[in-house]
């Protein structure tokens, strides 16, 4: 099959799609072709960040896996009133991915996670209709997670572990003000946070096991943002003044996982997960001023508690090849009455494919792409609500992943 | 990330079919806007082209031709760069209020001027205009200073009747060829039209508020009765053989920023906290018994004097000593009448605005009405824009803020009552909105963001 036709009949597969708020999807390449679906997976460094718990099965070797990923999220939006429809601009988030593991005997394992869970970036075209709403915004975080796992029995362990994040949040939007086209808000901030997370994991037979993980929520307090505002005319600029003290609060979920593992035959591994993420702390994204300025910002969000299922399979073609399938549904938190154009999200269903082959003894490289459908949002605009802003349209968004990695084990 | 390319990510595309602009079963070929100043494009207290361009009914005939190519829209333009003269921002005000000043029209635009005695013995000035290039009777068939009670005078377009002081609109003579005494009705009723909108009724009633109902006719029931009656002539005119259409509803004097800035209550808060005297006590002189008496919440100071309030002013008393008081706060300096539309003079105006509205509402009836046209509710548009009574206004389309504040509100132009090439866009906007849901049309909306906040000549 020539590769422009797989991504094609994934568009066939999704013909409604979705994804979960602002997760940026599967961590690592393994992960990304199973769909996610990585609770209850042992003897992988990225236990770590999916299931401290698994990390602690005795595992001989010393297990590294890094790699990079790319996302692009793709939105078209019809607008209701002037019926005209905007692509946003192709944005590809790049970003990577670290996870050790080793042994250090006494059935106690150290693990490290590095990964970019949360992100998103949205950038719709200068000339866009609601460019006064949002014209670009992103979120971007790096969660760095030092782990320690302890084996209470054969079949059975425990870990934990502590997420150290930093974040960084922008939003611009123009002030559609004094026939200026170019004059526009900037808000952009940054801020350092922490979590845990705790799993644990254990086999009821040799071909069973099941995973139960959790991730706690983590609060990134902005207080030093900065406000910049361009091309206001000179009578007006005191009414926007830049400012190096605005406050934001970037809340990252907490997720509650559920997963089973059923290894079918020897070469056939089945996964499944069920994930029930707590959007519901997620309320707005507002910046605060010191002091009450013309140009706050503000977007309510109010979010709900979404929940997502995953399945994927592992087959082992020979030894060399290992081919993975994945499916997964992520409802999405956002709520009919707040979809908005800074992150138009809708249900995901995503489809991925991926590949593993051994390159030298010790060494695998890790293919996986995954094509996620949203369904359509239609967002409404209350005018009379002056404070509040949006747009009213259409959307509909496709998601597309993809990762390579390499993975070492010594 | 060079894995996407190499998967063909355009082979996905998440496309959305844009619906096909629609008329549904209108013939938008030959579409005519009846109406007054707010119809012509009067915008920064005069005429010019570019105010003329984005004048609502150019907005709706562009819109029209998204679902019938080819439409023309003639207007009556107006020559030269400054137009009939237009009010340019000078400053922002210490109370907020723009500071203008007036570019003087072009001498070639200035055909005659005629000068008459009104009823404060002062002089009014007419100016006549060039007359309107081109085709006879435009498609915009507005004229600022229309009033109903003119739809069938005879002569109101005849340069003698200015000269005499007869009833004459100048912006109607330049429409007509040179000696032609048509009535306005005629020219509507000879027009051809396939669809039309209207907006009349405001300026029969408008300049006799702007000028604190001083030197000017009053509005009597007699006037009232005709400017009634006349409407459904001109209704009946309009909507001769079916011709389906659509008529605005009047915004009342409460939404404009012009009434709205100075309403008592407000004026008396902003001078006893200026002055620093809580008790202060702001008099006017009654329009009833020409005699001062204290401020009411009823009563309106009109824009021009909000700056006078409370400045030092030098008073002669009787037996010849001078004294300084403080304009408006004593009453032996009252706020003079022509300075405020008072609590009397608004009864005879917002009364009848409210029943002329009441009255459309019942005329076009989907079920009783006796004409089968869409009502548009530009009373409720400006009321949801600027607010009146205490209410606060504003609305958010797609993230810009409008309101009735006369300078960055993006709706009312320098002149604090006429539109902003915004604010005719959002008029524009609720007329396709109503012709859409009444006629089962699917015209596209403006995108209004896009259009200019003033009216300039650039």
Not at chain 1, 146 to 156: K, L, Q, R
Not at chain 2, 333 to 359: C, M, S, W, Y
Request: with cysteine; charged share 15%; proline share 5%.
């Amino acid at each position: 099959m020539r590769l422009p036709y797989i991504s094609a009949f994934f568009c066939l597969l999704a013909p409604a799609a979705v994804a979960g708020g602002f997760e940026t999807g599967p961590q690592g390449a393994r992960i990304l072709g199973l769909g996610g679906a990585a609770t209850a997976l042992a003897y992988h460094p990225a236990a770590a960040y999916y299931n401290p718990g698994a990390l602690g099965m005795r595992d001989s070797l010393t297990r590294i896996s890094v790699g990079g990923m790319a996302l692009a999220r793709r939105t078209s939006f019809l607008s209701t009133d002037t019926q005209r429809k905007t692509y946003q601009d192709l944005t590809p988030v790049a970003s990577g991915y670290l996870f050790a593991s080793h042994y250090f005997g006494k059935g106690i394992t150290g693990g490290l996670s590095v990964t970019t869970p949360f992100g998103y970036t949205t950038k719709w075209p200068t000339s866009w209709e609601g460019r006064s709403v949002v014209q670009e915004s992103s979120l971007y975080t790096v969660q760095v997670q030092p782990t320690v796992a302890v084996a209470i029995s054969e079949n059975f362990s425990v870990g934990a572990g502590a997420m150290l994040t930093h974040g960084s949040v922008r939003q611009l939007r123009a002030l559609g003000q004094y026939d200026a086209f170019d004059a526009d808000a900037e808000y952009e901030g940054s801020a350092n946070g922490a979590g845990f997370n705790v799993g644990l994991y254990g086999r009821s037979s040799e071909d069973l096991s099941f995973g139960i993980s959790y991730r706690s929520g983590v609060r990134l307090k902005v207080t030093d943002g900065t406000a910049t505002f361009r091309n206001v005319p000179a009578a007006d600029a005191s009414r926007f003044t830049n400012s190096q003290n605005v406050a934001t609060d970037i809340y990252l979920p907490g997720t509650l996982s559920v997963g089973l593992a059923n290894q079918i035959t020897p070469k056939l591994n089945v996964l499944f997960d069920f994930t029930l993420t707590n959007w519901t702390k997620t309320d707005s994204a507002t910046f605060r001023f010191a002091n009450n300025q013309a140009a706050r910002s503000s977007q309510p969000r109010r979010y709900e508690d979404a929940m997502a299922f995953k399945i994927g399979g592992e087959y082992q073609l020979d030894a060399k090849t290992a081919l993975r399938l994945g499916v997964l549904y992520d409802e999405s938190p956002v709520r009919d009455e707040y979809v908005a154009p800074d992150l138009p999200d809708g249900n995901k269903l995503a489809a991925s494919l991926g590949v593993s082959f051994a390159m030298a003894d010790k060494l695998n490289l890790d293919l996986a792409y995954q094509f996620g459908a949203l369904s359509n949002r239609k967002a409404r605009a209350n005018q009379s609500q002056d404070q509040v802003s949006n747009i009213a349209g259409t959307y509909r968004t496709f998601v597309h992943t993809a990762a390579v990695g390499l993975s070492y084990s010594f | 990330m060079w894995l996407l390319p190499a998967l063909g990510l355009n082979a996905c595309v998440p496309d959305q079919t844009e619906p096909t602009p629609s008329a549904a079963q209108l013939n938008l070929t030959r579409y005519v806007a009846v109406g007054d100043a707010y119809s012509a494009g009067f915008s920064n207290g005069g005429l010019t082209t570019q105010s003329q361009l984005y004048s609502y009914p150019n907005l709706l005939a562009v819109q029209f031709s998204l679902a019938q190519p080819g439409i023309a829209f003639a207007q009556p333009l107006v020559t030269g760069e400054a137009g009939t003269g237009y009010l340019k921002l000078k400053e922002i005000g210490v109370n907020g209020l723009p500071v203008t000043e007036r570019v003087p029209a072009a001498r070639t635009t200035i055909r005659a001027k005629y000068t008459a005695q009104n009823s404060c013995g002062t002089t009014d000035t007419t100016y006549v205009y060039s007359r309107a290039a081109g085709v006879d009777l435009p498609n915009n068939l507005a004229i600022p200073g229309f009033r109903l009670t003119q739809l069938t005078t005879p002569g109101l377009g005849l340069e003698a009747n200015a000269a005499a002081g007869s009833p004459f609109n100048s912006y109607f003579e330049r429409l007509l060829p040179a000696n032609d005494s048509r009535p306005y009705i005629q020219a509507v009723s000879e027009n051809k039209a396939t669809f039309f909108t209207a907006m009349v009724g405001l300026e029969d009633l408008l300049p006799y508020a702007l000028k604190g109902g001083e030197c000017i006719q009053r509005p009597t029931s007699t006037s009232n009765n005709l400017i009634l009656s006349n409407l459904t002539v001109l209704l009946d005119a309009l909507t001769a053989n079916n011709r389906p259409g659509a008529i605005a509803t009047l915004p009342e004097l409460g939404a404009l920023p012009y009434f709205q800035l100075g309403t008592g209550q407000r004026v008396l808060e902003s001078v006893r906290a200026s002055s620093g005297n809580a008790q202060a006590v702001l008099y006017i002189v009654s329009s009833l018994t020409n005699e001062a008496r204290p401020i009411d919440n009823s009563d309106i100071v009109l824009p021009a004097a909000l700056s006078a309030v409370g400045k030092e002013v030098s008073f002669t008393n009787a037996d010849g000593s001078v004294e300084t008081l403080r304009y408006g706060l004593d009453p032996r300096v009252p706020l003079a009448r022509a300075e405020v539309l008072d609590a009397t003079e608004v009864g005879r105006v917002t009364p009848f605005i409210k029943q002329f509205n009441a009255t459309l509402k019942t005329l076009t009836d989907p079920v009783q009405g006796k004409y089968k046209i869409a009502l548009v509710d530009i009373n409720q548009l400006f009321l949801n824009v600027s607010g009146t009574g205490g209410v606060q206004g504003g609305v958010n389309i797609n993230g810009v803020e409008y309101s009735g504040d006369p300078i960055r509100g993006n709706f009312f132009s320098l002149d604090l009552y006429s539109l902003t090439p915004r604010g005719n866009g959002l008029v524009a906007n609720e007329f396709l909105r109503q012709i859409n849901s009444y006629y089962r049309a699917n015209l596209p909306l403006l995108d209004v963001n896009q259009l200019p906040t003033t009216s300039l000549p650039r």
